[in-house]
């Protein structure tokens, strides 16, 4: 007999409260929040790395991380979206029994894989070090073995994280990964400069905060699911038998794929450093990595968005609410663009600027960071649709689009950076991404997403009256100061204050903003 799967629609039991546009107003403003800061982490260490150690040691740095986002995404095996819709499906529909067996058949073979990835990096260690000029090898070897060391427990540690946000609270998420581990990694690397010690040591300063965290992660999501099923066991309905055999189909029926898609994303997202790498040498790679940090740091309001809509849309999607489903996906679209727009347009406008706080070294890379910020306005328009596919269990078609995408990045990076140098890897990242986002898009279509194209486009009109052109004109007119930046900021926000006011019925912005004063939810229904 098959297992009732989360998809299923079955009928909900004590659903989850986490459907509902108040509850995900509220949690996508503290997660807003956390991202926040850990964009300001991630700008501050970004910038501490290259102004202590150079373009050239920040070069091996990153591609040292890349290389470990990569194999990270290997080890993980679309655990860490899996878990959260699995755990939020289950809990959705009152089987918290099922909800801590997911957990236990999700994490398990996540760790035995890893070893098996630590393994391979590391008898693979000594050839990778060979391909390196010399002076750089010692650097490059203890690099390599701390990320050994440290993907043996990464994937279950981010798998857990992930898997916290189906608890009913974003807080975890946001107090581990967003506030304490870039405080951490930013002490790490102020220390290891003040005590002068070796740059084969660098590394650990990124990679032993993770594993710090990873285990209090792995605590936190156990102990919580453990409690949900004692409790469901004194007090909740009868949960249908399933076999081991079923539970593994379903969890790993959609982790496969989608860890696939995660490892072919991450591709799209680091592969750039190490063709960089290869092509222009370690001191473009650097600066190619500190560009791309910062248009990381303006995806923070995508990332607050899709910590509490992918557990939402899951939940809807379990209970069979395909309204609820859209609207999450609609309402999360707007404020995306609202949010998003004018962080881009600023990254736009003062990319010298930006860059430039980083050290002179690293000033080559800002025609390739406004091409990339002005790429990404494009991307977040079309809202959180890769989540949304997933949170409906088409993790396959997102692998194969994405598939399509990396394919597409590669191929332009071998034929404009030789020629364009760091603005031709920018076009490649910028439009591998825009064709990835437009195909989740027209296969999103296929199960009533619908973009709210009218309120998208007001959204992104109003960035660009406030933010986009008054920045073109400072940008022809007047040299890229903190004085012209700080006019632009404060200018930019009343005229944007301005704007959303008049606009605030088309966009629905006080349905939104009544959210904000609702009373908070009996803790025992989540």
């Known amino acids: 007999m098959s297992a009732p799967s989360v998809l299923s629609g079955a009928e909900p039991v004590a659903p989850v409260a986490t459907g509902g546009r108040r509850d995900l107003a509220r949690s996508g403003a503290v997660s807003l929040v956390g991202a926040v800061f850990a964009a300001a982490g991630g700008f501050a260490l970004t910038v501490l790395v290259g102004r202590l150690f150079g373009a050239h040691v920040a070069g091996l740095y990153y591609q040292a991380v890349a290389v470990f986002m990569i194999l990270n995404g290997v080890a993980l095996a679309g655990s860490d979206t899996g878990i959260v819709r699995s755990v939020s499906g289950h809990r959705a529909v009152g089987h918290h ?3 801590f067996s997911a957990m ?51 994937a279950v540690g981010q798998a857990s994280l992930n898997g916290t946000r189906a608890l009913g609270s974003v807080l975890p998420f ?54 949900a099923r004692r409790t469901a066991g004194e007090v909740g309905p009868v949960e249908p038998e399933v076999p081991v055999r079923a539970e593994l189909r379903e969890l790993w029926g959609f982790n496969l794929p989608r860890g696939v898609a995660s490892c072919l994303e991450l591709a799209i997202v680091w592969a750039d450093v190490i063709i960089v790498g290869v092509l222009l040498g370690p001191a473009a790679a650097g600066a190619w990595a500190a560009a791309s940090r910062f248009v990381t740091t303006g995806t923070m309001a995508m990332e607050a968005l899709r910590l509490q809509s992918a557990p939402a849309m899951a939940a809807a999607w379990a209970r069979g609410d395909r309204r609820g489903y859209d609207e999450v996906y609609r309402v999360t679209a707007v404020w995306l663009v609202l949010v998003s727009w004018p962080l881009f347009l600023g990254l736009a406008t003062w990319s010298p600027l930006v860059l430039g706080l980083v050290g002179p070294e690293f000033a080559e890379a800002a025609p390739a ?103 073109l004109a400072l940008h022809l007119l007047a040299a890229p100061t903190v004085a012209m930046l700080g006019l632009h900021v404060v200018g930019g926000l009343v005229v944007y204050g301005v704007l959303l006011q008049l606009l605030r019925r088309p966009l629905d912005l006080p349905d939104v903003r009544s959210l904000i004063h609702r009373p908070r939810p009996n803790r025992r229904n989540r």
Not at 105 to 111: A, E, F, G, R, S
């Open 369 to 471: 960071l406004t091409v990339m910020a002005l790429g990404m306005l494009a991307y977040v328009a079309m809202g959180n649709v890769n989540a949304a596919l997933l949170m409906a269990g088409r993790s396959g078609v997102t692998a194969g689009n994405t598939a399509v995408a990396l394919a597409l990045n590669v191929t332009l990076n071998l034929a404009l950076v030789p020629w364009l140098g760091l603005v031709g890897a920018a076009v490649a990242w910028a439009s591998c991404l825009a064709l990835d986002s437009a195909l989740c898009l027209l296969r999103g279509r296929r199960l009533g997403l619908g973009l709210p194209v009218r309120q998208v486009a007001l959204a992104g009109a109003a960035a660009l009256v406030a933010f986009g052109l008054p920045g």
């Open 97 to 99: 029994v099922r909800a």
């Open 174 to 227: 946001v107090w581990l990964y967003q506030v304490a581990l870039p405080v951490t990694r930013l002490v790490g690397v102020a220390l290891l400069w003040l005590l002068e010690a070796p740059v084969e040591w660098l590394l650990l300063s990124y990679a032993l905060p993770l594993v710090l965290l990873d285990v209090v992660a792995t605590t936190l999501l156990v102990r919580g699911l453990a409690r």
């Open 104 to 154: 236990r058949w999700t994490l398990t073979p996540v760790l035995l894989w890893s070893l098996v990835v630590a393994l391979a990096l590391g008898v693979s260690v000594e050839h990778v070090v060979a391909t390196f000029p010399a002076d750089d090898r010692p650097a490059v070897a203890a690099f390599l073995w701390v990320l050994v060391g440290t993907l043996v427990v990464s």
